[in-house]
């Protein structure tokens, strides 16, 4: 049995959807055919039987049943035959199973136990009916009951004791037709399960003709890579082959949408390093020279050159930092969200943006806050905004921080973005013309736009009144403060 499932769970899903078909209507059939069968054997059975008691005779003549008796002959000698309204088997039976013929009968009725029993004790109120066989073997049907004579001249009746009368006729005719419907059923069955076969088949090719639409699909997109294949979709559909079908289609576009962005990351990544790598190698290179040609460089000049190496190589690193903070996936970081004190973050951040901007003067106004977040990728985003503004802040300037309920202004008083540059500062590697000299990477903001969106907040940057920029965070609060954050 589990060599055979197992096979059928090997069958192509076509193939068992037609075979379950074809099951299921065979089994339908057979129940069907099976019923039929049994109730027109009832019905033939029922008018055989009333048939056989229509032929039970009102009284036999005393003398004829007596000399029977006697004489016990097992060798038929024609005669009574019930004036012909009836053609069949008639014999008498005694309890002891004693076979004695009428006259007109020709053939012997096996007795069985239940005749025996019904003639040591007959009654003229009961019959017994039931299946037999002749002396050649041929099916009768027999009915058994009492033996009733006459016994006077004013038609009187008496019962004989211990004998039954046994009138049977036989069942050729009907067990030919019985088997004439069983083999009309049978084929009537058969060819339905044929037709289920074929017809479960049919339904099968045009139920899963968009699963191997699917299926080419998908095996294509592995054989070519080109994730630009649709499955047509009806828009009215709305069964599971139609969902899985619109799912494919958006996964498609989802990969379609991550590859397009991840060769834009990788060719501006390219871009971004060939900068910092190219200025790299040639202060080595002249550094290099300088030791092979014993021509020693300036010491003002080799300092110089060691100053930029250093910051061509924090450029690196930076670079490479922030774009392994974009490559991260949304699973490690679901990993890392918890409750973060918000007004924690921003402290631990200002701390670190008054050490680069020593000669800047940031205020600060906290109120207490609590945010769902990743912290780490959470204070990177807050310090990549405090840094911008102070690499913007002219000397001296002044950085005015706050946060009250959930939003968080950083503002600084440098020259500020122009309007035209406002839609592209959160684009990956974007950097604006008056900012191509400073340091950077052109990830910081973009760091900033994808950190508060994962945190379910938003951010925007905007020319200050009276000058400068304003960048808003906004992340939504959480209904308590963790235990630990919230203070005796």
């Known amino acids: 049995m589990n060599t055979l499932a197992r096979r059928f769970r090997t069958l192509p899903i076509r193939a068992r959807l037609s075979m379950l078909v074809a099951a299921a209507v065979a089994f339908a059939v057979a129940a069907v055919s099976v019923t039929c069968w049994f109730i027109v ?3 033939l059975y029922d008018e055989i039987d009333a048939d056989l008691k229509s032929s039970i005779p009102h009284a036999m003549p005393g003398q004829q049943v007596q000399t029977a008796l006697i004489t016990c002959s097992r060798t038929p000698t024609g005669g009574l035959g019930f004036g012909g309204r009836f053609k069949g088997y008639t014999q008498l039976v005694k309890s002891d199973g004693t076979v004695c013929l009428l006259d007109g009968s020709t053939t012997l009725v096996k007795v069985s136990g239940n005749d ?3 003639a040591a004790n007959p009654s003229p109120d009961k019959a017994i009916l039931h299946n037999g066989t002749d002396k050649d073997g041929n099916p009768v049907r027999i009915l058994t009951t009492a033996a009733i004579v006459n016994t006077g001249d004013f038609d009187s009746r008496a019962m004989v004791q211990n004998t039954a009368l046994m009138i049977a006729v036989p069942l050729n005719g009907t067990q030919s037709t019985l088997n004439d419907l069983a083999l009309i059923l049978l084929l ?3 060819i339905g399960v044929l037709g289920a076969g074929a017809a479960g088949l049919a339904v099968a090719r045009a139920g899963l003709r968009p699963i191997d639409e699917l299926t080419e699909a998908v095996e294509h997109v592995a054989r070519t890579e080109d994730l630009s294949v649709r499955i047509p979709v009806e828009e009215e559909a709305d069964d599971e082959v139609a969902r899985l079908s619109r799912s494919f289609n958006s996964m498609t576009t989802s990969l379609a949408s ?6 834009q990351l990788i060719a501006d990544a390219g871009h971004e390093l060939r900068t910092p790598l190219t200025s790299l190698r040639t202060n080595i290179e002249l550094l290099t020279r300088s030791e092979e040609t014993g021509r020693p460089i300036p010491p003002a000049d080799r300092k110089a050159l060691l100053a930029s190496v250093k910051a061509q190589m924090t450029e690196l690193a930076s670079l490479i930092g922030d774009l392994q903070e974009l490559s991260r996936s949304e699973g490690q970081r679901g990993e890392r969200v918890q ?3 918000l007004q924690d973050t921003v402290e631990a951040a200002l701390n670190r943006a008054r050490l680069r901007g020593p000669e ?7 109120q207490p806050w609590f945010v769902r977040a990743e912290p780490s990728a959470l204070e990177r985003a807050i310090v990549n905004i405090l840094d911008n503004a102070v690499k913007f802040s002219p000397e001296g300037g002044t950085i005015d921080v706050a946060l009250a309920r959930g939003v ?4 600084d008083h440098g020259p500020g973005i122009a309007e035209d540059e406002l839609p592209h500062v959160f684009d990956r590697f974007w950097r604006s013309p008056s900012a191509r000299a400073l340091p950077g990477s052109g990830l910081g903001l973009s760091i900033v736009a994808r950190t508060v969106q994962q945190a379910g907040g938003e951010v925007t940057l905007a020319r200050a009144e009276g000058g400068g ?3 808003t965070v906004r992340l939504p609060g959480v209904p308590t403060a963790p235990p630990e954050a919230a203070g005796p």
């Open 41 to 43: 054997q009832g019905k």
């Open 116 to 118: 025996k029993s019904f």
């Open 188 to 190: 009537a069955s058969g």
């Open 258 to 263: 991550s590859r397009e962005l991840q060769q």
């Open 339 to 341: 409750v973060v004190a």
């Open 360 to 366: 800047l003067k940031i205020t600060a106004d906290v």
């Open 408 to 411: 968080l202004t950083v503002r």
């Open 469 to 471: 920029t304003v960048a």
